[in-house]
């Protein structure tokens, strides 16, 4: 049974609009600029992993094994979080975005491998 993939321009708005929301939301909530990084990082990296492989949606395997990497990411940005000064003005955005997409390919790669049945 094959799925249909939709067009990479309508993953492209909706990872967009996703984005968009939690620059609003980080925004509204005043966070501090460390922790809207934080949120907009994560927000960016797991919406890519989450739209990229929506053909994996229905496994329960995707669920968990994106769940446990969430948690150490979370894990690991708290603490890098609670290690930078107060006076932290933000990643620059093209550090942030390299960041981001290379640990997109990790956890995609790691839950696709995890995912996919054995042949």
Same mark, same amino acid.
């Given at each position: 049974?094959? %799925? ?23 925004? %509204?909530? !005043?966070?501090?600029? +460390? *922790? ?10 797991? &919406?890519?992993? #989450?739209? +990229?492989?929506?053909?994996? $949606?229905?496994?329960?395997?995707? $669920?968990? %094994? ?6 150490? !990411? #979370? ?10 000064? !107060?006076? $932290?003005? &933000?990643?620059?955005? &093209?550090?942030?975005?390299?960041? &981001? /997409?290379?640990?997109?390919?990790? +956890?995609?790669?790691?839950? *696709? /491998? ?6």
């Amino acid at each position: 049974m094959e %799925t249909k993939r939709m067009p990479i321009l309508v993953d492209l708005v909706v990872l967009t609009l996703l984005l968009g929301a939690a620059v609003v939301f980080a925004r %509204t909530m !005043h966070l501090l600029p +460390v *922790w809207t990084d934080v949120f907009i990082y994560t927000v960016g990296v797991f &919406g890519i992993v #989450i739209v +990229v492989l929506r053909s994996e $949606w229905r496994r329960t395997r995707f $669920w968990s %094994t994106l769940l446990l990497l969430f948690a150490l !990411h #979370i894990l690991c940005l708290f603490v890098i979080a609670q290690a930078l000064p !107060h006076s $932290w003005r &933000g990643i620059p955005g &093209g550090v942030q975005l390299v960041a &981001g /997409i290379a640990e997109a390919l990790v +956890v995609a790669n790691i839950v *696709w /491998i995890r995912t996919r049945p054995f042949a």
